[in-house]
């Protein structure tokens, strides 16, 4: 029997720095209502899917910043995305900003069942961006200043979804450009990526050398790269539009092992896209192309994990004539 499972991306539209959390809830649960709707058994949400993005606001004193950060899931303000998870049978991924009990700061993901349990936590292991204040910069980009690098790896766990047991891993945001990120998943023999961003339009670093339309061309480049190089599927959504007077752009994608977009956002606002995805479909590349049982080559590798900057190779020499 096909073992399919229908998903959903549930993009945000901004959330203004003053919104409180309860408004933004109260939109997700709607999205949430609406994947029930369609079929979804499996709604994910984007990076910091409860505040603004906050790292691009730079605080000289750190913990002014701990208001955007949850210290325990679910609170009062988070409960009624579990009750709705609950009440629906639906099982959602949510990005949110952690706060520890020992005072340890991580951009983080969970992938919760419907029943509340917390089946997969990940911590954002790319940050990107820089740690002070920089004023050649309109806009700020301190994800070094105000999470630490994450610490739990790249988790892979069997889960259950909709009515399917499926391989989950999740990544967030900038990670999704890095292919390390993706085949650490692959390794695991993941099946569905989850993960969420938010993605300023504009590269304020681009100085000329790279097109504006570029910008959402290399977001789904990777995705839809990563998905096929390890044979999964792969749901990325976006939290989009004009948030604090920036603008992030939107395009989420849900895409097949094969790399084909099957469905992309079209608004820069809240907006639900699904797909029925076929795990089987994970197969075709995992036992050909990309049997890495066969075919992966680690003792060629080893500059990936024994090396972090580039180096610049040897000069080539002409041989003297004797
Ligand atoms: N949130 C996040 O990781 N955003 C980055 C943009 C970084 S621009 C300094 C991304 O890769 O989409």
């Keep these: 029997m096909a073992r399919i499972i229908t998903v959903a991306a549930a993009q945000l539209g901004p959330i203004q720095r003053d919104e409180p959390r309860a408004e933004a809830v109260g939109r997700m649960v709607r999205l949430m209502e609406r994947a029930h709707a369609r079929g979804a058994g499996l709604v994910v949400f984007p ?6 993005f906050f790292p691009r606001h730079y605080l000289e004193d750190r913990e002014e910043a701990d208001h955007w950060f949850e210290t325990s899931l679910p609170s009062n303000e988070t409960a009624p995305l579990f009750d709705c998870a609950r009440r629906l049978g ?8 952690e706060k520890t009990a020992e005072g340890r700061h ?33 806009v700020q980009h301190l994800e070094k200043r105000y999470f630490e690098v994450g610490d739990l790896g790249f988790p892979v766990i069997r889960a259950p979804l909709g009515c399917q ?30 993960l969420g961003y938010n993605t300023p339009s504009t590269n304020q670093d681009a100085a000329g050398f790279e097109a504006h339309h570029l910008r959402v061309a290399h977001s789904h480049l990777s995705i839809q790269a990563g998905a096929y190089q390890n044979s999964t599927f792969a749901v990325a ?14 395009n989420s994608i849900i895409v097949n092992p094969q790399g084909e977009i099957m469905a992309e956002a079209t608004s820069w606002s809240d907006e639900l896209i699904t797909a029925d995805c076929d795990l ?9 192309i990309f049997a890495f049982d066969r075919h992966r080559r680690p ?24």
């Design 47 to 52: 990076e910091l899917a409860l505040t603004t």
């Design 90 to 97: 639906l099982s959602f991924h949510l990005g949110y900003a």
């Design 106 to 138: 991580f951009n983080t993901a969970i992938l919760v069942s419907p029943g509340g349990e917390i089946m997969l936590k990940y911590r954002k292991v790319h940050l990107p961006g820089h740690a002070e204040y920089l004023p050649h910069r309109k």
């Design 165 to 194: 047991s499926v391989n989950a891993g999740l990544m967030i945001c900038n990670d999704r450009r890095w292919p390390e990120a993706w085949r650490v998943l692959g390794l695991q023999s993941v099946e569905l990526v989850m």
């Design 237 to 250: 959504t976006a939290k989009a539009g004009i948030e604090d007077g920036c603008e992030l752009f939107g």
């Design 280 to 288: 089987d479909r994970c197969k075709l590349g995992r036992t050909t």
């Design 299 to 322: 003792e060629a590798y080893a500059r990936i994990v024994e090396q972090t900057g580039a180096i610049e190779p040897e000069e080539w020499q002409p041989r003297r004539a004797d």
